[in-house]
């Protein structure tokens, strides 16, 4: 039974090297060339060290012939150096034990690469571990046959022998072909993920700019040129949307999560901002425009231009929602409830049904033929990063509310 207590001991030394291999290049995501056959080179040398220091031969003068499956390794890998480094030590392993056959077994391993440089072109994986298993197991037996005494006693164990290195090999081998497929598979979806990222960003700052680039030209539209009180009321208002579509351009350049510049700020002057400026949109498409806004200052610490964008989009959106035949209603709505403030936006259009509802704030998804389905995973991603939630509720035909919760200021 020493043979097989030997086998189930190199396949453990065998695979731990390996096993951590691909974990570390799992959980690094290494994909470079030459650090990748770094590794690969000392993973190999890790394996030929612990056979040599753990595994015991067949009998005194027979090398188990598992030894050679680091050699395996480098051919189908195609290291040069490696092949050559490990090709060395295993000369200088088998001249342990066959001292008077040194030319035999350097021409053995001479062999072997020349064969390697000849046919690694035409030959698979697995025709080439199995003629590399032949031959050793072949030259194994010859060596064996030199020395005359051992032949008939050991050729069954040989035989095993170079089974077991063919097998293992093959099963490592397909191992390493397994663990390449699934890291090019990731790669390629890390890939995938940077183009999402990058057309995310570009659907993103598509979708937000035209908010204020429509404010502008709502106001560019009723502007006029002879009257001083346009140049007061507008121009103003047009400075900032322009100064917020600078800021938009700076996200996207950052290629990253939204920024949050955080200060003490009147929530209440920002709602009458925003209702001021989404007025005249309302006007245009017949819709009454109603606020119910605490009549006090309230101070929540928040970035005043990031919130300003989400109240733009939400009634925005449900000026979009509301039918052009019908006599359109949007009411903004503040209430105190302990330290949150909450605030609803709610609309008589189109209302969405249970399945829209629940998809509403994946991104990419929308009803909207030109729509991007980015405005409302944006908006909640402002809100969360005020500590704030965005929840909706609606019924189809009925209405659609929007509730943003915000925490207040506290001492």
């Not at 050793?136 to 005359?148: A, E």
């Not at 709502?218 to 140049?231: R, S, V």
């Not at 929530?267 to 400026?277: D, F, S, T």
């Not at 231009?305 to 949007?330: C, D, H, M, Y």
Request: charged share 20%; net charge positive.
């Amino acid at each position: 039974m020493k043979i097989f207590d030997t086998m189930l001991l190199d396949v453990v030394l065998i695979t731990f090297p390996l096993m951590v291999y691909l974990l570390y290049l799992a959980y690094t995501k290494t994909f470079n060339k030459k650090e990748n056959d770094l590794l690969f080179a000392v993973t190999v040398f890790s394996v030929l060290y612990l056979i040599l220091k753990y595994t015991t031969p067949l009998y005194q003068d027979i090398p188990f012939l598992i030894i050679n499956i680091s050699l395996i390794l480098s051919y189908v890998k195609k290291s040069n150096l490696s092949i050559i480094t490990v090709s060395i030590i295993m000369i200088a392993y088998y001249y342990n034990f066959y001292q008077n056959y040194l030319l035999i077994i350097i021409l053995e391993y001479l062999i072997y690469y020349l064969l390697y440089l000849k046919l690694s072109k035409k030959l698979t994986v697995n025709n080439l571990i199995l003629t590399f298993a032949i031959l050793k197991t072949t030259f194994t037996v010859i060596i064996l046959y030199i020395l005359n005494s051992k032949l008939p006693s050991h050729l069954l164990e040989t035989v095993i022998s170079g089974i077991f290195l063919y097998i293992i090999s093959l099963l490592i081998t397909h191992l390493l072909d397994k663990a390449k497929d699934i890291l090019k598979l990731h790669m390629n979806i890390k890939e995938i993920e940077r183009n999402k990222q990058i057309k995310t960003s570009l659907f993103r700052i598509t979708h937000e700019i035209k908010n204020p680039i429509a404010v502008c030209k709502g106001y560019l539209d009723m502007f006029d040129k002879d009257n001083q009180d346009h140049f007061k009321k507008y121009v103003p208002i047009l400075k900032d949307e322009i100064n917020r579509t600078l800021l938009l351009l700076e996200d996207f350049l950052a290629m990253n999560k939204v920024k949050i510049n955080k200060d003490i700020i009147d929530i209440n002057l920002l709602i009458e901002e925003v209702v001021k400026n989404i007025k005249m949109l309302c006007t245009k498409n017949n819709i009454e425009l109603k606020t119910k806004i605490i009549d006090d200052e309230i101070y929540i610490n928040a970035d005043y231009n990031r919130l300003t964008q989400v109240f733009i989009n939400l009634l925005k959106n449900s000026v979009e929602a509301i039918p052009k035949n019908k006599k359109g209603k949007i009411e903004v709505k503040e209430i105190l409830n302990n330290n949150n403030l909450i605030i609803s936006v709610q609309d008589n259009g189109t209302g969405m049904s249970k399945e829209l509802l629940n998809k509403i704030k994946e991104p990419f998804y929308t009803t909207k033929p030109k729509g991007t389905g980015l405005g409302v995973s944006l908006s909640e991603e402002i809100i969360k990063a005020h500590n704030g939630t965005l929840n909706y509720e609606s019924k189809e035909n009925k209405y659609t509310k929007v509730i943003i919760t915000l925490p207040l200021k506290t001492c």
